[in-house]
């Protein structure tokens, strides 16, 4: 008789409970059975990279406060989650991210100002999503997931070496969508390792009323993955799990969820008001656990950047470039690409069915009539 139940692969490991970590709340190493934290450069990296994502979410906030975006939705407090995760990527992967993610793309490389044209209300996420093996922000929940797994199962096929890195939030992982992609990725055994940001809030709804799981890496046991349960405000915890997570799905052992544990600190978006559901104690709970805070001091106690005098010009131009950063993004977001309402007919169908040409004409109608 043919066998046809094959399981090549052992069943996977329990998440631990306590959440991977590396460096604690006061800047502390902590020693850990299975990780190590990466090297000094790449520590400075990352908070490099923290500090302009932080900077970059200050001033789309502002621009959506002023009407010149559409929504934003903040990561503020998620910065270590989001950089720890996308800094983990080799030349040749992929990222997958959400509305959530957009201090990820900058970390990843993708124009702060093109990074922000899906808030502006433009249709096109505004960059070349091949060049910067970057997905569209996604704003459909759990969706970019599956879109991860046939990326990397057809470039698996085509002999390429690519994993991916699929975003999602918390309530994201309650989506039928999340299901369907974890599901796939593990029978095929694509190398996408799904990073979900549990920031305790699916805008209104507490995490308690979303799931009834022991955390959420243990989603993945289910589904024959691996579960890591990390510390979502430890860049060096989170770079370090997603970085092992990444390998062992590229070599064949299988896709994995990496639950980082974090907070929103700011509101949903800037269409929200969150006092109407949270007690601010909470917030202050986390703002005490601030990524940038613990990677500051960590930088600082062990002389990362040199002596006292150096460290503090150090940090200094490490401000200057985010300020930068954030003053390009303010003065070339008004430049710009007068947006063409036309251009909703051209970037789906090669060949244009007739009735939308009809459609197509009737807008260029009206638009000649105003
Ligand atoms: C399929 C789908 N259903 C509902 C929504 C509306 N919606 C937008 S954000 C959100 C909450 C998402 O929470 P979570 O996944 O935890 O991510 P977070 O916003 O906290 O980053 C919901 C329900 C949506 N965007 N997509």
């Given amino acids: 008789m043919k066998h046809t139940d094959e399981r090549p692969r052992p069943a996977p490991a329990l998440p631990t ?14 020693g850990h059975s299975s990780f190590t934290a990466p090297d000094p450069a790449r ?26 975006l559409a929504v934003y939705p903040s990561s503020t407090g998620q910065e270590a989650a989001q950089v720890g995760g996308v800094l983990a990527l080799s030349d040749q992967d992929w990222l997958f991210p959400t509305y ?35 997905a569209p922000q996604c704003t459909p929940l759990a969706t970019n997931a599956s879109h991860a797994v046939g990326l990397t199962y057809a470039a698996r096929r085509k002999g390429r070496d690519v994993a991916a890195l699929a975003m ?33 809030w699916a805008i209104s709804v507490p995490l308690h009323r979303q799931t009834a799981a022991p955390t959420l890496a243990h989603k993945a046991v289910g589904y024959g993955m691996k579960g890591y349960h990390v510390d979502g405000n ?19 052992g299988g896709p994995a969820i990496v639950e980082a544990v974090t907070y929103r600190v700011d509101p949903h978006t800037n269409a929200d008001a969150p006092q109407r559901y949270r007690d601010p104690a909470e917030v202050e709970h986390w703002k005490e656990r601030d990524p940038l805070i613990r990677s500051e001091r960590l930088i600082r106690d062990e002389g ?17 470039e985010a300020d930068r950063i954030a003053d390009t993004v ?10 063409d309402p036309r251009s909703l007919f051209t970037d789906v169908y090669a060949t244009v069915p007739p009735l939308l040409e009809q459609e197509h004409a009737l807008l260029a109608d009206e638009l000649r009539e105003v």
């Fill in 43 to 68: 520590l400075v990296e990352l908070h490099r990279a923290m500090l302009i994502g932080r900077r970059f979410n200050q001033q789309a906030g502002t621009l959506a406060r002023q009407g010149r």
């Fill in 234 to 252: 430890d860049a060096a915890a989170v770079y370090a799990v997603v970085s092992h997570a990444l390998a062992e799905a590229r070599a064949g």
């Fill in 304 to 320: 990362l950047l040199g002596d006292a005098e150096e460290t503090e010009r150090a940090l200094a131009a490490f401000g200057a």
């Fill in 168 to 200: 999602m939030g918390d309530g994201a992982t309650s989506e039928g969508d999340a299901h369907e992609a974890y599901n796939f990725a593990a029978v095929w055994n694509t190398p996408v390792v799904f990073l979900v940001q549990n920031n305790h």
């Fill in 17 to 30: 409970r306590e959440p991977v970590r590396l460096v604690d709340r006061h800047g502390r190493r902590v």
């Fill in 330 to 339: 303010r003065e070339r977001l008004a430049d710009g690409d007068e947006l």
């Fill in 100 to 134: 959530r993610d957009s201090v990820a793309l900058v970390a990843h490389g993708v124009d702060p100002v093109r990074t922000l044209t899906l808030f502006r209300g433009d249709w096109h996420c505004g960059y070349d999503p091949h060049r910067y093996r970057c």
